[in-house]
């Protein structure tokens, strides 16, 4: 996206300070998009002790195969009773989205990715009354982490809906352990059938998902930037 654009949405994102001005004396209502329990974590923690009121969403139409987004779904159920957070759950599944998209490169299907999650969480904060939104995405190393931030002051500006911008990046391990502690499964890849196949766990990943996926189903992708594969990681 270029600079200039990228600055005509920057009003719709903010910081704390910002979010607190912006509601006065009432606690702020902040919509937490949850990719999966590990990830939310941290940021449902955070957020909590700097005084926010947390409605905590799971929407995830990526996760690859059928088995493992039942699993992913399951485990922020229990995250959500462990903690007692307040949480909805979409049960929206888009296999075919990721399967038919027309690009081969890493940075386009992420951008879709980000963008229609975002999209869809601005939308819940609004139905949900609340002042802003974000997302545990923000926590994990592995993630676009200034794609994610264009995506989410997009999705605001769609909706008239100011995204919290925080990088939760600084407790990434401290919510690994928080989910180990809760005991809850913590994944090996990021979710969509691409980085299944990216992942260095992939054949046990298919091996426990025998019925449902096999290593001729993944497809491969490519960088952008240099036009090679996707390395394993």
Not at 58 to 63: L, R
Not at 169 to 190: H, T
Not at 219 to 232: C, M, Q
Request: aromatic share 12%; hydrophobic share 35%; net charge positive.
């Amino acid at each position: 996206m270029p600079k200039q654009l990228n600055d005509v949405y920057r009003e719709f994102q903010l910081d704390l300070a910002a979010l607190k001005e912006k509601v006065g004396a009432r606690k702020p209502r902040i919509l937490l998009h949850v990719c999966c329990a590990p990830c939310g974590e941290y940021p449902y923690k955070q957020l909590l002790e700097e005084g926010l009121d947390v409605k905590v969403l799971f929407y995830n139409p990526n996760i690859h195969p059928i088995e493992e987004w039942k699993l992913r779904k399951h485990n922020v159920e229990i995250f959500s009773h462990l903690h007692h957070a307040d949480c909805s759950y979409d049960d929206t599944y888009l296999e075919s989205n990721w399967r038919n998209i027309n690009s081969k490169f890493q940075e386009d299907h992420c951008r879709m990715c980000y963008q229609m999650r975002l999209d869809f969480a601005a939308k819940a904060a609004y139905e949900f009354n609340c002042d802003t939104f974000t997302t545990s995405l923000f926590v994990s190393p592995w993630q676009r982490h200034e794609m994610l931030k264009i995506s989410a002051r997009v999705s605001g500006k769609k909706l008239k809906m100011p995204f919290y911008y925080e990088d939760f990046r600084v407790g990434y391990r401290l919510g690994q352990n928080m989910a180990r502690e809760d005991g809850l499964y913590r994944q090996r890849y990021c979710g969509c059938i691409f980085s299944l196949g990216e992942s260095k766990y992939s054949d046990k990943i298919i091996k426990d998902h025998i019925n449902s996926i096999t290593a001729a189903d993944i497809p491969r992708r490519y960088l952008r930037e240099t036009g090679e594969l996707v390395p394993i990681r």
